[in-house]
């Protein structure tokens, strides 16, 4: 078994509302093993980008811990932080907007080594140009501005410049959502490639459930703040569990022609996570609800080796 990097224990993440709280994450559990990557999928607004933010220390947590590499984050000082910041790196979900309009694309890549102080002035340029290669662009766009680039090469900076710190953990914010399905595949293979070349562990978040299998060792399925089902990638999606994932997974278009799946529909309205009723999350919208459903919450647990479920129903 694979030395564990990340370990998110019992994390809540609220917000306070003019309604009250607003459970955006709701004591959430899993763990990233070294070299991993783990894909986190759900509809929008079920906490997904919030627990990337929280893992990160973008945003403070309201309780819970995360581990990484057996120590407890939460507890670093700011000093501490900011050194381990140089290991943790983000990429956005939309590329143009992440990026500085009034720097040129050498200057993006150059300014975390400038801020870190990793490489000599002198050697600046050299290492932005390699790493420039290194994610697919051109070095006669080193003098070039975000908004001259299309939405592909402008999320390769995006990625370049989460890479130029060299981390061990990158959170991919829904990297591809906002790119032609051409592009999609190009960002992957890159993200691929150098996951491979330098052992990296990434959080992959997303809503498509086809870019997530397609990159993911495991998968956490995510309803309003909860997660409902956890397992390997080809398990969960030939043997799904939960209610809501079979959902999610019948909503998957099928690229075999002349081949026909049940959709299953889901009925409701999402209730709100403000303030949420006790129960089962997906209880108002699943056809299967017993009166125990919205009267005790299921707890997580595990039906065969590395697959979890959090449903009366198992």
Known sequence: MNEKLIEVQNLKKYFRVSEGELHAVDNVSFSIEKGETLGLVGESGCGKSTIGRVILRLLPHTS????????????????????????????????????????????????????????P???????????????????????????????????????IRALALNPEFIVCDEPVSSLDVSIQAQILNLLQDLQEERKLTYLFISHDLSVVKYISNRIVVMYLGKVMELSESKELFKNPVHPYTRALLSAV???????????????????????????????????????????EEPVLKEISQGHQVACHLT
């Open 121 to 159: 002035r002198s050697e600046l340029n050299h290492v932005v140009l390699e790493l420039m290669d290194k994610g697919g662009i051109r070095k006669k766009l080193f003098n070039s501005y975000p908004h001259e680039l299309d939405g592909g090469r402008q999320q390769r900076v995006g990625i």
């Open 64 to 119: 819970g811990q995360v581990f990484y590499n057996g120590e407890n984050i939460f507890n670093y000082d700011e000093q501490k932080m900011l050194s381990m910041r140089i290991k943790m790196q983000m990429i956005f979900q939309d590329p143009y907007s992440c990026l500085n309009p009034r720097k040129t694309i050498g200057q993006i890549i150059a300014e975390p080594l400038i801020i870190n102080k990793t490489v």
């Open 253 to 295: 278009p099928n690229p075999t022609y002349g081949m026909h799946k049940e959709r299953i529909l889901l009925k409701g309205d999402v209730p709100s996570p403000v303030n949420p009723k006790p129960g089962c999350r997906f209880a108002q919208r699943c056809q299967y609800a017993s009166e125990r459903c919205f009267q």
